[in-house]
């Protein structure tokens, strides 16, 4: 019961993190299709009032390498190894439909199952009333049923085997909707047509509670499962957990039960984990929400995946991972669930089709589910034998990962959050590796269209130096490497009625590095968008900011321009606090930003113009590249105000300096105000401190 318990205390830990979610219907930066990472906010349809969902956030706080790459695949594949097992003394096999007894009078006959009350012991009957058989291994053949009683004073059913248990047909309890604790002292194994279940049986029936776990190696090729039954029960647990390996090939779920007549169930709790060890999974684990009509669908679970929580280990997970939120039919869509997944020291190996994504809604005046949250965590620790530190091993992850939300009438879901966070050893200096984003096409975290457009989201990498040793040695971190096209655009809202477009959102890079000279870069190449929703008043720009210790280097296209509008049009980049809207309140930020210590190169396009309208919306608030070294820009870097029916926006402002030598420019910079009218302005340029803007705002 320690490895529950230590399971139970994570569990609780995590849910202290806020949930969002979304699920917006466009892609401003066409990508070709591939792998993708949704933290869209939900559409709502255009009814009166109605507003999109806002778009999540996507946060890296890692002490090596963060990359996003385009091209790539994870192997998150394993084999089970197969292991000389043994069921002792007194191997029991069921072959047939079998009740065990509970407390029975004298010896109940030979081969004869049953148990005592608050005794997890199975005992076996041997014709001798004086005495008690029990039994040291178990096997349920493919096509028997076993079921327990309830041996915990009525609350639920308790079995320990010391030896093998091997199910290939089925093993369940006598009652309803009661707890199952199925243990082995050695080796438990579910075959492929094996199944162990506490799920609903009549409608509306919530699970048991079901946890079946192994004092050595746990495998599943089968089903665990603690579902609801349709009707709208909700699920319970359902946890296959061992003191060393998990592996499973097969099915763990805690699913709510779909209702054609009210509200779906809720979804439970679904666990791999290991108390010492490694876990290795490319089945499904899911604990999703049931689908409502004429009810609210139900909540999504909670998931985890998870090592020994105080030993070095690895985890391997492929397969379908998945806790969405139900469905409403003429009623709210609910949220998506929860997902964590640990590891320590050892490496991260993520290739599966990860979804916690938002309930759609349906009907006039109902609202869609925010998308779940995702957390994953690389920790350091100790060998069990010596009990030395080992070297962390990195996180790479590959696969279609989905926290939308979903749609409404009325509203759309918040898009979802997703966290990763790595630690390092203090003791022995660490062999740090990579944070490895592999294969994508596309992330996106744009808010959702509506009367009212929805604020995008945010995304944040930000890299540190680790302190290791006894003498406080600095372990120098590596670069930020992004190339893949990233979507934070504010959701379109309607074009009349006073209506507003959503704010951009907000892109950071930070790669520090202040004890190292020449590994700490933030290198982009995918196409960034921040940009504002339309509307009748578009909304603004969103921010872009990059810090590289040693050099940032961005040859990519970054769209931070205001949404075109009827009435008036967004502002370009630094008009906007959508994203991570507090900490860009009380940092100023909110514009493109590129530092570094030493030396910038921007190749790429930089378009942070003003929407039009019948007043266009105005150029950049503030465009600025200060090197300590040297900036060189070739762009073409775009901060014009928008055109005006009535009046143009007044032009922005643009600022490139270097301290060691003189700034180096090719690109064209335009702060020219926009047409239309006589009141806007021209903006300003400087290099170096000095006014260099022409006459016409155009250098």
């Known amino acids: 019961m320690k490895l529950l318990k230590i399971l139970l205390v994570a569990a609780a830990s995590c849910a202290l993190f806020a949930c969002g979610g979304g699920d917006g219907s466009f892609t401003p930066i066409p990508v070709s299709g591939g792998t993708t990472i949704n933290l869209d906010g939900g559409d709502a349809f255009r009814s009166y009032s109605s507003a999109g969902g806002g778009g999540g956030g996507l946060d890296i706080d890692a002490y090596t390498d963060v990359k996003i790459l385009k091209s790539g695949t994870v192997n998150a594949g394993f084999s089970i190894p197969s292991y000389a097992y043994t069921f002792g003394d007194m191997k029991v096999t069921v072959t047939t439909d079998t009740n065990v007894l509970l407390n029975p009078e004298g010896d109940p006959g030979v081969g004869s199952l049953y148990q005592r009350t608050n005794d997890f012991t199975l005992y076996v009957g041997d014709g001798n009333d004086e005495t008690d058989v029990p039994v040291t291994g178990l096997s349920v053949a493919g096509g028997a049923t076993l079921r327990f009683p309830s041996n915990w004073s009525e609350t639920g059913a308790g079995v320990f085997i010391p030896k093998a248990v091997v199910i290939d047909g089925t093993v ?53 499962e603690g579902n609801g039954a349709a009707g709208g029960g909700s699920a319970a647990m359902a946890f296959l957990i061992a003191e060393t390996f998990v592996y499973n090939t097969g099915v763990i779920r805690a699913d709510g039960g779909n209702n054609t007549a009210g509200a779906g169930g809720n979804g439970g709790y679904a666990v791999a984990g290991s108390y010492l060890a490694s876990v290795y999974t490319s089945g499904t684990v899911s604990a999703n929400g049931g689908d409502g009509s004429g009810g609210i669908g139900g909540i999504g679970g909670f998931i985890e995946v998870a090592g020994a929580p105080w030993e070095i280990h690895r985890i391997q997970a492929g397969g379908i991972i998945q806790a969405n939120g139900g469905n409403g039919f003429d009623a709210n869509g609910n949220n998506g669930g929860q997902l964590a997944i640990y590891t320590n020291s050892g490496s991260l190996l993520l290739n599966a089709d990860i979804s916690l994504a938002g309930g759609d809604s349906t009907g006039d005046g109902y609202s869609g589910g925010s998308g779940g949250y995702l957390f994953l965590l690389q920790d350091y620790d100790d060998d069990y034998g010596y009990g030395e530190q080992a070297p962390v091993e990195g996180i790479r992850i590959a696969g279609d990962i989905d926290l939308s939300g979903g749609s409404g009438s009325a509203n759309g879901g918040y898009g979802g959050y997703f966290e990763i966070e790595t630690n390092y050893a203090y003791e022995n200096a660490p062999v740090l590796t990579q944070v490895e984003f592999v294969g994508y096409s596309s992330i996106s975290m744009n808010g959702g269209n509506g009367t009212v457009g929805a604020n995008a989201g945010y995304f944040e990498i930000s890299t540190e130096d680790a302190w290791t040793g006894d003498d406080y040695l600095a372990v120098p971190v590596g670069s930020i490497i992004n190339q893949v096209p990233v979507s934070a655009k504010g959701g379109d809202g309607s074009l009349t009625g ?80 959508g994203g991570d809207e507090v900490r860009m309140a009380s940092t100023g930020w909110g514009g493109i930003e590129f530092y570094s210590t030493l030396d910038i190169v921007n190749s790429g396009k930089i378009i942070a113009s003003g929407g039009n309208g019948i007043t266009g919306g105005n150029g950049a608030q503030f465009i600025g590249m200060y090197a300590g070294r040297h900036t060189a820009n070739s762009g073409v870097i775009l901060a014009n105000g928008g055109a005006g029916t009535s009046n143009g926006g007044n032009g922005g402002y643009i600022d490139l300096f270097s301290q060691y030598v003189p700034t180096s420019n090719r690109g064209q910079l335009n702060v020219a105000r926009g047409t239309g009218g006589t009141s806007a302005t021209n903006g300003m340029i400087w290099i170096d401190w000095v006014d260099v803007t022409p006459g016409d705002g155009i250098l």
């Not at 604790?181 to 579910?190: A, M």
């Not at 929703?533 to 050099?551: E, M, P, R, T, W």
Request: proline share 2%; charged share 15%.
């Open 172 to 224: 369940t309890t006598i009652d309803e909707s009661v707890v199952l604790e199925l243990e082995s002292g050695s080796y438990l194994q579910v075959g492929t047509t094996g199944t162990i279940t506490t799920s609903g049986r009549t409608a509306g029936s919530p699970a048991g509670p079901l946890l079946v776990i192994s004092y050595g190696v746990a495998i599943n090729k089968g089903t665990i």
């Open 498 to 577: 006073g209506h507003y477009g959503g704010q951009g959102g907000y892109i950071e890079f930070e790669a520090e590095g202040e004890f190292s000279i020449g590994t700490t870069e933030v290198a982009n190449s995918g196409a960034l968008d921040v940009s504002g929703g339309a509307g009748d008043y578009a909304g603004n720009s969103g921010g872009v900011y990059f810090y590289g210790h040693d050099k940032v280097t961005n040859s990519a296209t970054i769209i931070a321009s205001g949404g075109a509008g009827t009435t008036r049009g967004g502002d370009g980049a630094g008009g906007g606090m």
